[in-house]
Nanobody
Framework: QVQLVESGGGSVQAGGTLRLSCAVS????????MGWFRQAPGKEREGVAA????????YYADSMKGRFTISQDNAKNTVYLQMNSLKPEDTAIYYC?????????????????????WGQGTQVTVSS
């Protein structure tokens, strides 16, 4: 049974940092595209970052470049999202997701419908 469990969310002030974790079980994260997504109230779910550890590839949505860093610990089968210089508009529920293929095969790795497994999400709130 595949399980993705996010943690690390919370409330911070603008300019602050958070590191989200996604613990994966029943699935080899390193062999497949792992993505972070977020969904703000009243908005569609959007891609944040993706990683394909086996291929050494990382992908970022344009608005996150330079502020967010995705990484992976294969020994722990855990994916991380380091978020720096947080802004109020980063407030959302953040989800970890796993696709059944390499990121390169997806074309655009930030499309939610291309991911098969999802975590329950973790809330991030950034106050001004």
């Amino acid at each position: 049974q595949v399980q993705l469990v996010e943690s690390g969310g919370g409330s911070v002030q603008a300019g602050g940092t958070l590191r989200l974790s996604c613990a994966v079980s029943g699935y080899t994260a390193s062999s497949n595209c792992m993505g972070w997504f977020r969904q703000a109230p009243g908005k569609e779910r959007e891609g944040v970052a993706a990683i394909w550890s086996a291929g050494g590839s990382r992908y970022y949505a344009d608005s996150m470049k330079g502020r967010f860093t995705i990484s992976q610990d294969n020994a722990k089968n855990t994916v991380y999202l380091q978020m720096n210089s947080l802004k109020p508009e980063d407030t959302a529920i953040y989800y970890c997701a796993a696709a059944g293929t390499a990121c390169a095969w997806l074309g655009n790795p930030h499309i939610p419908k291309d991911y098969n497994y999802w975590g329950q999400g973790t809330q991030v709130t950034v106050s001004s």
